[in-house]
């Protein structure tokens, strides 16, 4: 099976940089992605890795070392918009369904 | 623009009723997966489908759930019947198999309460 850790809570302040980090145990690991969930809202899609070292998008960024079976995402200049749950997630092997961990909520403070 | 469209956006029905949700995913798309999210257990993948057939459906109660695609457009989630515990969002999510990149686009959620 699969299994994701990943801290229940973070808070940031505004214009800060903020790391959120994701340890998962999988049987076959083809990837590991990331996503934004705002409250009331639905998961929407941020970046994903299936390489080692980091992938940079905007001001988000996301690592990947499948040695250590570790990633995080890190978000810089911290708008208050940033403020959501983010979610890792890993693919099952041989599917592709995906598991999701319990998620992150972000808190930006002005 | 495309999207995953889900409906009713809001269920609240009593113990007991039948709970019929119903997702059209986006169009050309090819793997179709329901999840339900609690507080408690966060997002559980219930079923998924590649080309409408069910590929698994092992996060699903059997006795009380049932998913189908009766076509390319339409994916259903079936509740008889439903229980207080069934409360909770239930999103649909679409993607093309050939992504290597996995990426589910997920519907707008239907949020169900069973009193």
């Known amino acids: 099976g699969q299994s994701l850790e990943q801290p229940s809570e973070v808070t940031a302040v505004e214009g800060a940089i903020v790391q959120i980090n994701c340890t998962y145990q999988?049987?076959?690991?083809?990837?590991l992605s990331w996503y934004q969930q705002h409250d009331g809202g639905a998961p929407t899609f941020l970046s994903y890795?299936?390489?080692?070292g980091l992938e940079e998008t905007g001001r988000f960024s996301s690592f990947l070392s499948r040695s250590d079976s570790y990633g995080y995402l890190l978000l810089q200049e911290l708008q208050m918009k940033d403020s959501a749950s983010y979610f890792c997630?890993?693919?099952?092997?041989?599917?592709?369904?995906?598991?999701f961990g319990s998620g992150t909520r972000l808190q930006v403070q002005p | 623009d495309a999207r995953v469209t889900q409906t009713p956006r809001h269920k609240v029905t009593e113990m007991g009723q039948e709970v019929t949700m119903r997702c059209q995913p986006i169009?050309?798309?090819?793997?179709v997966f329901w999840y339900r999210q609690t507080m408690m257990q966060g997002l559980e993948l219930l079923a998924y489908?590649?080309?409408?057939?069910?590929?698994?459906d092992s996060g699903m109660p059997k006795d009380r759930f049932s998913a189908e695609m009766p076509d390319a457009t339409l994916a259903t989630l079936k509740i008889q019947p439903s229980e207080p515990r069934d409360s909770a969002v239930y999103f649909c999510?679409?993607?093309?198999?050939?992504?290597?990149?996995?990426?589910?686009?997920f519907g707008p959620g239907t949020r169900l309460t069973v009193l």
């Open positions: 999510a679409s993607g093309l198999v050939q992504d290597p990149t996995d990426t589910q686009y």
């Open positions: 999988t049987s076959g690991f083809y990837g």
């Open positions: 997630a890993v693919r099952d092997a041989g599917r592709r369904a995906l598991t």
């Open positions: 890795n299936a390489l080692d």
């Open positions: 489908f590649r080309n409408r057939a069910p590929l698994d």
């Open positions: 169009l050309g798309h090819n793997t």
